[in-house]
Structures are given as C-alpha cells and as structure tokens.
C-alpha cells in the first residue's frame, strides 16, 4: 500500500512539473513569431485623410507562451502609420504577452502628410518586433496622393458646405480645376453661388467623400471640359481595388441654377458610384417652380453604378447625346414635373446586381413633390427618346406615371425597348421591342457596346445628325442605336 501510495505522489509531482514547465516563458532565444503577412499594404491614401484599417495577425507556433519584450513602430511618434496592438493604442508597446499556439493582432492605420509631390509617392515604415533578444520586423507600405482639398466649413440651409472661393464674400468667382493633382471634396458639398463659374480640364480626377457632393446653386455655373482620351471622372475617395465597383461612396452632382441662361455642360464625364449621379432642378426651396431657362447638356458621358438614380430630373431641360447611363438601384431616369428632355443615341441599362430593384430603368411623371410637402400637378412639356437603347433585367423597363389634371408628352423614336406593357399608338415609333438576342458585348463586364448580331445594329434613323458615337468612331448610314456605333 505503501508503495502504491509512493506512486501515485511521484505520478502527480511529475504531472506538476511538466505543468507547470508548460507554462512556463519560453526564453530559448532561436523563438521567432509567425505573421499572417510580411507587409501592410495601402493603396493610394489621399494626404491629410486617414486611410482604411488594415490587420496583421501574430502567431506563437510554440508550446509554451513567450514574452515580445518590444513592439513598436520604427519611427515612433512621428510616423504616418498608427498601430494598435490587441486593443491598445499606441506605436510603442512593452512586454506583450502570447500564450502557446495562440496569437494576436495588431489593427494599423496611415495618414498621409502632404508635401509638394504632384504625382503618387510612397512612405514606408516597419513594425518591430523582440523576442528573446531576437528582431523581426513588418513593412509597412503606402502610396500616398496629394490633392486639392475642399472641406465643408459651415452649413447653409441645414446642408454642410464649402464655398468654391473658399472664404466668406459675395464676389463672384471665375474658377478653372487644371489636370495637376486629383480634387478631393469633404464633410459637405462644395457650393458654387452668386454667378461663380467652374471650368474643369480635360483629365481632372475628382474624388468626392461619403455623404457629399457638388453644388451649383442659383445663377452659378459649371463647364466640365472632358475628352474621349481624358475624360473627367466623379468618383469615391476610396482608391483601393476593392472600391472600384462599391455605389454609394458620395451624394450627388446637384444642379439648382435657373435664371441666367447659361448652360451646364458636361462632355465625356464619368460619374460613378454615387447615392444620384446628377440631379437636376430649379430651386428646390420655393413652393412653386416654373421650368429652368438653362439647360443642362451632356455629351459621351458615363453615368454608371449609383445607388439610387443615375438622372433625377425635376422641372428642368436636359439634353443628352452619346451617353452611357446604367446600373443604378432605382431608376436611370427619373423625370417629374415638367420639363423638356431631349436624348439622342443614349444607352440605358439597367442591370443593377446590389439587391432586388423593384423599378424601371425610366419613369416619367407629371408631379412633384415640393419643400412644403405638397403634391404640384404639371404637364410634362417634352421628353424625346431618339436612337436609344432601353434595356435591362425587368420585365419594364420604361413607364409613365400621370396623375389626374395633367399630361406626359413624350416619344420613342426608333429605340429598342424592353417592356411587356403596351407599346404602340402614336407615341413609339419604329421600336425594336424586347429582342430575344444579346444586345451588348459583356453586360456583367460593364461593356455596353453592341454585338456584331446586335438588333442595335443599322435600326436607327439618320435624320439626326450625329456624325460620331461615344468613341469617336463615325457613325454608319442608318447609324446603329445607342451610344456606340458596332
């Protein structure tokens, strides 16, 4: 019995030891970390602004725990990145400890200071880590933009603005935005007032932050002045590949401008990515409103991927050639009130895959809603449809909505349009009308060209005197439908 007992104490001793070895520091210093990657990569972060959040995983490949005796950035405090390990901020950090087989985290951020570099430039630094007198170290890498910057400094209306002369007076301000370095709008919409005018060069990349947008308010004006080789893009402050096809990084373009006949002209923009892309109304803060005396004017643009609406059209004149409007949550058109809307060789596709839309690519109504909350009745003056291509993935794609006590004039002139509502009597003319064959080349690509078979091809009408499609490529003799010639 004795000697039973005598086992048994041995047994749990030994047990004890090799327990509590087991959790004793590993201090052999041949231990090294694993990483979950050996470099924390940024793309293009703009200066001043903080970037995305990215996470490195630290792993303890050892049975016993070890002790990192130093984590720290390598520039320290005067780094652009920010690191926070395991919860706690800071870029230096002391005796962290890591179970065996465990790990942790370190989440890291990076804003970029601005220099005078015009083009992107990189800024490097590295995470270091000890252990057991052993260093290891991370890279941490990103490509950092400069920009012009506008950000919202006061609030008119209720709505966070900056004005584009940047200060407090009434002058009237004549601006022109050169291809130097990208435009970055923040906090608000930059606000173009009391006769300002902003002209955009040909290639300017404008990047708009979440919830804002641009502006142009009562006898204001604005000229973007794209090519077919460098168009003026409208998009999202988030750079990274991932972002490139996210809607809703920013609010809208939006146009109140009424009284002074100047035109707002927009050639070979992309707007993309946006809650609307453009919208388009006389003053929206007056119960009443009669129909604009500009008219806005867009030629070979791209408006694309916007979550709500690509066009929102209230009480204005809009005239369209060559452009492309697609994949928006709601509608690519929506008109309501009155107007006078003229599209020629436009593209509508609507093949929106960021949940169930529930609404046509186009509608037209003959109301509006004003600031008051009142229902306002109208007639819709005109709305032209001539070469275009109505399409997408709905069983209708193209309504009207009139409401008692006015009309919608408006027409489809040799277009083809998807539907299985009525189409006939005297406003469709020469309609191609829900063909059973592909009309574009790669509608999950975003390649609205036509096919070789398209039924687009040689079913428009000449009449209108547009010499050259979206791309520059001379238009055919009866010219295809749609913004660009096959």
């Known amino acids: 019995m004795k000697n039973i007992i005598s086992i048994i104490f041995l047994v749990a001793v030994i047990s004890l030891m090799f327990s509590c070895r087991k959790d004793e520091i590993n201090t052999d210093t041949s231990v090294t970390l694993s990483f979950?990657?050996?470099?924390?990569?940024?793309?293009?972060?703009?200066?001043?602004?903080?970037?995305?959040?990215?996470?490195?995983?630290?792993y303890n490949p050892n049975s016993n725990p070890i002790n990192i005796?130093?984590?720290?950035?390598?520039?320290?405090?005067?780094?652009?990145?920010?690191?926070?390990?395991?919860?706690?901020?800071?870029?230096?950090?002391?005796?962290?400890?890591?179970?065996?087989?465990?790990?942790?985290?370190i989440f890291a951020e990076v804003t970029i200071d601005p220099n005078n570099t015009l083009t992107p430039f990189v800024v490097n630094d590295k995470i270091n880590f000890v252990t057991n007198g052993n260093v290891q170290s991370i890279d941490l890498v990103a490509w950092g933009q400069n920009a012009h910057y506008f950000v919202a400094n006061k609030s008119v209306n209720g709505i966070?603005?900056?004005?584009?002369?940047?200060?407090?007076?009434?002058?009237?301000?004549?601006?022109?935005?050169?291809n130097d370095k990208p435009y970055v709008i923040y906090g608000g919409y930059l606000t173009l007032d009391g006769d300002d005018k902003l002209t955009i060069d040909a290639g300017v990349q404008i990047h708009l932050h979440n919830n804002s947008g641009i502006w142009v308010?009562?006898?204001?004006?604005?000229?973007?002045?794209g090519t077919q080789t460098d168009p003026v893009v409208f998009q999202g402050t988030r750079l990274e590949f991932d972002w490139q096809d996210v809607p809703g990084q920013w609010d809208r373009i939006w146009i109140n401008n009424n009284?002074?006949?100047?035109?707002?002209?927009?050639?070979?923009?992309?707007?993309?990515?946006?809650?609307?892309?453009?919208?388009?109304?006389?003053?929206?803060?007056?119960?009443?409103?009669?129909?604009?005396?500009?008219?806005?004017?867009?030629?070979?643009?791209?408006?694309?991927?916007?979550?709500?609406?690509g066009i929102l059209a209230k009480n204005y004149k809009i005239t369209d050639t060559n452009s492309v409007i697609t994949n928006s949550g709601q509608y690519n058109?929506?008109?309501?009130?009155?107007?006078?809307?003229?599209?020629?060789?436009?593209?509508?596709?609507?093949?929106?895959?960021?949940?169930?839309?529930?609404?046509?690519?186009?509608l037209l109504q003959n109301a509006y809603v004003n600031i008051n909350g009142v229902t306002v009745v109208s007639n819709l003056t005109k709305a032209n449809f001539h070469n275009c291509i109505i399409h997408g993935d709905k069983d209708i794609e193209f309504t009207t909505e009139t409401i008692t006590g006015g009309v919608i004039n408006f027409l489809l002139d040799y277009c083809i349009l998807k539907t299985t509502a009525s189409a006939s009597g005297a406003n469709y003319n020469n309609i191609v009308l829900n063909p059973n064959t592909d009309i574009f080349v790669d509608k999950t690509l975003h390649d609205y060209h036509i096919t070789p078979n398209s039924p687009a091809n040689n079913a428009g009408n000449s009449g209108?005197?547009?010499?050259?499609?979206?791309?520059g490529v001379t238009r055919n003799t009866p010219p295809d439908l749609g913004a660009f010639e096959n």
């Open 217 to 225: 308010f009562e006898d204001a004006n604005i000229q973007v002045n």
């Open 36 to 58: 979950s990657a050996d470099t924390i990569l940024f793309d293009t972060v703009f200066a001043t602004f903080g970037s995305t959040t990215k996470r490195l995983k630290i």
């Open 333 to 362: 058109l929506l008109v309501t009130g009155d107007g006078e809307y003229e599209f020629n060789h436009t593209t509508f596709a609507n093949y929106w895959n960021g949940g169930d839309r529930q609404t046509p690519s186009i």
């Open 259 to 309: 009284t002074n006949g100047i035109d707002n002209v927009f050639n070979y923009a992309i707007i993309k990515n946006g809650f609307i892309g453009i919208q388009a109304e006389t003053n929206p803060f007056t119960p009443l409103a009669s129909v604009s005396a500009n008219t806005l004017r867009l030629n070979n643009c791209v408006i694309h991927n916007n979550t709500a609406i």
């Open 160 to 178: 966070p603005i900056v004005y584009l002369d940047r200060d407090n007076s009434n002058t009237a301000l004549d601006s022109t935005w050169i």
């Open 69 to 105: 005796s130093s984590i720290s950035v390598g520039n320290g405090a005067n780094s652009q990145f920010r690191i926070n390990v395991d919860g706690i901020s800071g870029n230096t950090h002391s005796n962290i400890e890591i179970l065996g087989k465990d790990s942790i985290f």
């Open 464 to 471: 209108l005197g547009v010499i050259t499609d979206h791309d």
